[in-house]
């Protein structure tokens, strides 16, 4: 079946444009993450939605960050203001639940931003 | 502090030589542990996990990784590296409570002939 998609696969913008990066999870899966994954670093972690709503936003680094699940299927990821700082590879995974740690969250290929 | 630690950023291993992976974590109670690979151009995968119960866990491609309380360790292993093994490893935890997972920085292996 169809794993996680992410569109673009790549994003070059100016900084201070504003950007939106689009999820497409696994068919069913109510739980859905965003992590962010720079250069030489392991992913972390930005934001998770159980169904439409956002269960945890711990990980957003600041107010030009903000992410929607409107219908709690496709989420998207919007920055504004951008900053040379933002470049990196933004990863989305999605889960049957996200209740625990017991269900296994499944990557799609991430969408690479880069802020000229 | 909360950290996931992979001391080494790479290793390079000759072609069908055993392989270990080192990850340890810093936690107050047992976190859930994975290991994910991340070849180029692709997305994470997951290769094992442990929850609970017996400490050797098996895994994809040949992969175990051995948990070791007393150590806060989660060591990944492999007896006999293939060429394909090249890739970066991501030991990582969702800590009792959560659910979202935090990573190491990574291992990057290089597999030489």
Redesign the interface.
Known sequence: GAGVSQTPSNKVTEKGKYVELRCDPISGHTALYWYRQSLGQGPEFLIYFQGTGAADDSGLPNDRFFAVRPEGSVSTLKIQRTERGDSAVYLCASSLTGTSGYNEQFFGPGTRLTVL | AQS?TQPDIHITVSEGASLELRCNYSYGAT??LFWYVQSP??????LL?Y?SGDTLVQGIKGFEAEFKRSQSSFNLRKPSVHWSDAAEY?C?V?PSG?????????TMLLVSP
């Open positions: 996931v976190p859930y151009g692709q997305g994470l995968q997951l996990k929850f991501f990582a969702v959560y659910s979202t997972l935090t990573f190491g920085k990574g």
